[in-house]
């Protein structure tokens, strides 16, 4: 199967409340409970929520001092192009990134800013939309493919996993949540999947990535196996005209 790029020009904005989504309301307390304990986790100094639904959650676990909005038009505190972002490089101790990646031209390019904003170790949390679950299904119906969050282009939890391991960082927690299918008609908006979803959490209509920047790639580097001793005499020896160890 061909995996469609993710670049794009043109594509909707992103939803600007959580009332846009079906059921948008019992989505964000979803998201702030699986957020919660990551969240307890962060320390530092400057948090950046990027985009409507991230400045919108409820995250008393965080400790970061100073949380402030970023997104592409108001309101928000920080009012900037999201592939040009305004801030020094290693100034970030953390990025909250909510339903953005389906609404971005370039989420490569968004991801790298975070990443450059970012500090060594800091955290980048990701929330995204599940493509692979059957909330999908329900956006194929007439009048529903326009909507929210069908408009934006889904992207699999492992697809984006990638894209961070290429950017150095480690992944330190993924899951699915939110069992739905996301139809506002139904009074439950998990009725019939929660048994379901126990055993395959994977149909959770959103998923939720935590991982850390590391400063250098994670990759394991062997040490070389020690020369015997009885070849010690043919070992080449730098020369008195300071040449070095071939």
């Known amino acids: 199967m061909m995996i469609k790029p993710a670049l794009r020009q043109l594509i909707p904005a992103a939803p600007q409340h959580w009332s846009q989504l079906p059921h948008g309301h019992w989505l964000r307390q979803q998201v702030s409970q699986a957020l919660a304990p990551h969240c307890s986790k962060i320390f530092g100094y400057h948090l950046a929520r990027v985009g409507a639904l991230a400045a919108d959650l409820t995250l008393p676990e965080l400790r ?24 020094a490089e290693h100034s970030l101790d953390a990025v909250l990134l909510v339903n953005q990646l389906e609404f971005d031209t370039d989420p490569h390019q968004l991801l790298r ?4 904003s970012l500090i060594a170790d800091g955290y980048l949390l990701v929330v ?12 194929i119906w007439p009048g529903r493919i326009d909507s929210y969050p069908w ?23 993924s899951e699915y ?13 998990s009725a019939g999947l929660t048994r379901i979803n126990r055993l ?15 400063q250098y790639p994670l990759t394991v580097v062997r040490q070389r196996r020690a ?11 730098a020369s008195s005209h300071g040449v070095g160890l071939d």
């Open 113 to 116: 800013e975070a990443t450059h």
């Open 64 to 87: 970061v001092k100073h949380q402030f909005s970023i997104n592409s038009q108001a309101p928000a505190e920080v009012i900037t192009d999201l592939h040009h972002w305004p801030f």
């Open 128 to 139: 995204g939309m599940n493509p692979i679950s059957p909330a999908l299904l329900t956006g």
């Open 177 to 189: 949540i939110a069992p739905s299918l996301l139809i506002d008609a139904l009074p439950n908006p």
């Open 227 to 237: 020369l015997k001793t009885n070849h010690s005499a043919t070992l080449p020896v």
């Open 200 to 214: 395959l959490p994977q149909l959770g209509s959103m998923y939720v990535l935590v991982a850390r920047k590391r």
């Open 151 to 173: 408009n934006g282009r889904y992207f699999t939890r492992a697809r984006v996993s990638d894209w961070l391991s290429l950017l150095n960082y480690q992944l330190i927690a």
